[in-house]
């Protein structure tokens, strides 16, 4: 299961970048891309990072009571940063900011009302996971609620068991910076009569999501 954090940085840049190379502009298109919010992201990552390797002095926090409050941290961080670069920016963007939240949203939930994020264990074994020492991790069982949104399908090859939340997530953050990257020639919402630089003119890196006049 921390493998998908390891796919979750692996896959996203690879499928955009993939997408990028194909799209006029290429890869240089990734110099327009300005994303806000990296507090909240910083803050998810460090929640996360601490929940995996669950150090003793953190018991308390990541034991029972963490396996609510651990979902809530990543999903108030995961709602942070979607509202910052929701910001101002095009509908397109939006959608797949939406999209990746819900994501995020699915997964805390499963988390919180478990004790921790639901595992097939047949699926687990398959991949050649460990089944009884994954922390934030519970194997699923008749109690289990929200299995639908359970880690449920392997991946051979890459030892891990992925969530549709997890394919929400990826998913949205992939069409987020293919998007973000996409500089339009004219952007929503500018005021008649305001131009920007020709090809002749230095050209300045268009963000994310940009400040409204």
Known sequence: MDAAQIVLLLVVPVLAVLVLVLRRGGLASLAN?????????????????????????????????????????????AVGFAFANARGSG??????????TAGALSNALATALNG?????VPAARSVGLDVTGAPG????????LLVP????????????????GDVLLWAGLAAV?????????????????????????????????????
């Open 149 to 164: 949104l359970a880690d449920l399908v392997p991946v051979p090859g890459v030892a891990m068991v992925f969530s549709v």
């Open 116 to 120: 921790g994020m639901p595992f097939a």
């Open 91 to 100: 509908r397109a963007v939006r959608v797949a900011l939406g999209i990746a």
């Open 33 to 77: 891309v300005r994303v806000r919010g990296a507090p909240w992201a910083l803050s998810g990552a460090a929640v996360q990072a601490l929940r995996t390797a669950d150090p003793a002095w953190a018991s308390g926090v990541l034991g029972a009571a963490g396996g609510a409050l651990v979902p809530l941290a990543l999903a108030v961080c």
């Open 177 to 213: 910076l293919v998007l973000a990257a996409a500089r339009p020639t004219s952007l929503p919402g500018d005021a008649a009569g305001v131009h920007h630089p020709t090809a002749t003119a230095p050209a300045t890196a268009s963000p994310l999501t940009r400040s409204t006049p």
């Open 137 to 144: 991790h519970v194997p699923i069982d008749g109690s289990t």
